[in-house]
C-alpha cells in the first residue's frame, strides 16, 4: 500500500519504453525504478501487495511477462502467455492474476475469449477458462471473491454486458450490464465497496462516461462524468491490492 508502478507506454514520436517509475503514496515523489525486460505498450498492469505483474504490447508476438517486486524494484522475467493480446484487462486476488481478451495483431477487429491464470508467487502462466464474448479493450474491477469484465469490443459491436469471474469456481458466468455506454479501451479502479469503469473509446470518439458497480447489490449505475475524455492505451499502472 506504499507505492504504485507506471511503466512501459509509448512518447513523442512514437516510441515505445520500458522504463518505469515509482509513485510513493506517502510524500507524493516519483523516482526511476528498474525497467521491465522490454518494451510495453497498449499493456496490461496489475499488483497485489508484494508485487506487480506486467504482460503483453502493441505486438500480440510478445508473450512475455515481468513481475515487478515493491521492496527491492527488482524485475524479474515471469511465465509466457498462452496466446499473444493487446488491449487485454487484468484482473485478481491476493493469489492469482487474470489476463484475459484484447486481438491478435493481424485480426484487430475479433475481441479473444481467453484467459490467462498468473500466480502471483512465482509469475507461472496456465491457460484458464475462457469468456463467452471475446472483447478487446474492456474493463475490470474486483474484489477478493470475484472480478468483473465488462463492456469492450468485437468485429464492430460495442457490448453493454459483463461477465463475472468467481475464483473460487474458475469458471465466468453473465454478470451485470452497465447503464451508461457501451465502449472499448476503458479504466477500471476501485475498491473493497465499489469498482469504477470510466472513460473510453467508441470509434474514434473518447468518452467521459462512467459506471459504478456496488458488490453488495451487483449493480451498476451511472456516476458523476469524468473532466476530460479519455481512453485506456499507451502504459499500464499497479497499486498493491488494486488491479
Given at each position: 500500500t506504499t507505492m504504485a508502478?507506471?511503466?512501459?507506454?509509448?512518447n513523442t514520436g512514437g516510441g515505445q519504453l520500458s522504463?518505469?517509475?515509482?509513485?510513493?503514496?506517502?510524500?507524493?515523489?516519483?523516482?526511476?525504478?528498474?525497467?521491465?525486460?522490454?518494451v510495453r505498450s497498449v499493456h496490461s498492469g496489475g499488483g497485489v501487495s508484494g508485487h506487480a505483474l506486467f504482460a503483453g504490447n502493441s505486438s500480440s508476438s510478445t508473450l512475455?511477462?515481468?513481475?515487478?517486486?515493491?521492496?527491492?524494484?527488482?524485475?524479474?522475467?515471469?511465465?509466457?502467455?498462452t496466446a499473444g493480446r493487446v488491449e487485454s484487462v487484468q484482473f485478481g486476488n491476493g493469489t492469482y492474476s487474470f489476463l484475459t481478451g484484447g486481438y491478435a495483431s493481424g485480426a484487430v477487429q475479433t475481441g479473444l475469449t481467453s484467459t490467462d491464470r498468473i500466480?502471483?508467487?512465482?509469475?507461472?502462466?496456465?491457460?484458464?477458462?475462457?469468456m463467452s464474448q471475446g472483447r478487446r479493450g474492456a474493463g475490470a474491477i474486483c474484489i477478493s471473491t470475484y472480478g468483473i469484465v465488462s463492456s469492450g469490443y468485437s468485429d464492430g459491436n460495442y457490448f453493454l454486458s459483463s461477465e463475472k469471474y468467481t475464483y473460487s469456481a474458475g469458471t465466468y458466468a453473465a454478470g451485470t450490464a452497465i447503464t451508461s455506454t457501451a465502449r472499448t479501451r476503458i479504466f477500471g479502479a476501485g475498491n473493497?465497496?465499489?469498482g469504477i469503469l470510466a472513460g473510453g473509446l467508441v470509434g474514434t470518439n473518447f468518452r467521459t462516461d462512467?459506471?459504478?458497480?456496488?458488490?453488495?447489490?451487483?449493480?451498476?449505475?451511472?456516476?458523476?462524468?469524468?473532466?476530460?475524455?479519455?481512453?485506456?492505451?499507451?502504459?499500464?499502472?499497479s497499486s498493491p491490492g488494486n488491479f
Open positions: 508502478i507506471f511503466a512501459g507506454g509509448t522504463t518505469t517509475n515509482r509513485y510513493q503514496h506517502a510524500d507524493h515523489t516519483v523516482t526511476m525504478g528498474t525497467a521491465l525486460s522490454a512475455t511477462t515481468d513481475r515487478y517486486t515493491y521492496a527491492s524494484a527488482v524485475v524479474a522475467s515471469g511465465g509466457t502467455l500466480n502471483i508467487a512465482n509469475a507461472a502462466v496456465v491457460a484458464n477458462s475462457n473493497t465497496t465499489v462512467t459506471d459504478k458497480y456496488t458488490y453488495a447489490s451487483s449493480a451498476y449505475a451511472s456516476s458523476t462524468a469524468l473532466s476530460i475524455s479519455r481512453a485506456r492505451g499507451g502504459s499500464a499502472s
